[in-house]
Every structure is written in C-alpha cells, then in structure tokens.
C-alpha cells in the first residue's frame, strides 16, 4: 500500500476522534433520525452538533435528508456499525484485562494503586426522548 493510502486511513480515525461524533453514530445506529433528537440525546449546544454533523457528512459516513422543515441523519452503510460494534469489543477486551490484573495485585497483598489511566464512562442512561423521537424515527 502507498502512503497516501495511511494517510487516507488517519483522516478517517482522526475523523472519527470525537465523542460527541461517536455518540451520534452509536445513536444513528437504531435508524434515521431527526436532528432535533440527536439534540435531545446530546448534551451539547446546537452549533456544536452542528458542527460534528457537518464533520461527518463531508466525510460521507453520515446521510442527511429533509424532511419537511426536519433534517433527518442516518448512517451511510452497514458497515459503520460494524466498526463501532468491533471497537467496543476490543475496549471490553482491553478494560477487561486491566480489571484482571488490578484484582490479582490486590489479591497478592496490599491495595494496588489507582490506574494512571481512568476507564471511559458508560455511556449516559436513555432519556426520555421528545415526542416523536423514537429509534429509527
């Protein structure tokens, strides 16, 4: 492979290294979805949103579509929730590990020192979603 194809291959993983970019694909994957319930679920401002849209769309991993005065997102492909869903699993793998050893040093004697490195957080509890924002919606 040439470099321009690592290079591409960057862009990408630099496109995706945003949490706020994250979470809307991890949303987008229930269904299409309007912009006005992206926002509910989000705890960011509206130009914010905005802008990690646009983000996404340039990059062609996102689809937007008007519907009415509504814009309405959804994934691309297939194959988007397929790298979310393998990135989850190697952070389980990888979270797991860790958990593994912290409780074989606490077993060997003594409390282990607090991780340099703190584990993400869950991601936050559903909430109730505006009236007429429901998944694939």
């Given at each position: ?11 990408f993983f630099r496109m995706l290294g945003h949490p706020v970019r994250i979470r809307v694909l991890e949303l987008l994957q229930a269904g ?106």
């Amino acid at each position: 492979m040439t470099v321009a194809v690592y290079q591409a291959k960057a862009e990408f993983f630099r496109m995706l290294g945003h949490p706020v970019r994250i979470r809307v694909l991890e949303l987008l994957q229930a269904g299409p979805t309007p912009v006005h319930c992206l926002l509910a679920e989000l705890e960011v401002e509206p130009s914010s949103l905005s802008q990690q849209l646009a983000v996404l769309r340039r990059s062609g991993i996102v689809t937007a579509t008007r519907d009415g005065s509504t814009v309405v997102y959804a994934l691309a492909g297939g194959d988007v929730a397929d790298l979310l869903r393998a990135a989850r699993r190697i952070l389980t793998g990888l979270l797991a590990d860790r958990n593994t050893l912290l409780a074989e040093l606490r077993a060997a004697g003594g409390q282990a020192a607090t991780p340099s490195t703190t584990p993400p957080a869950p991601p936050p509890a559903a909430r109730n979603p505006p009236p007429g924002c429901t998944p694939g919606r």
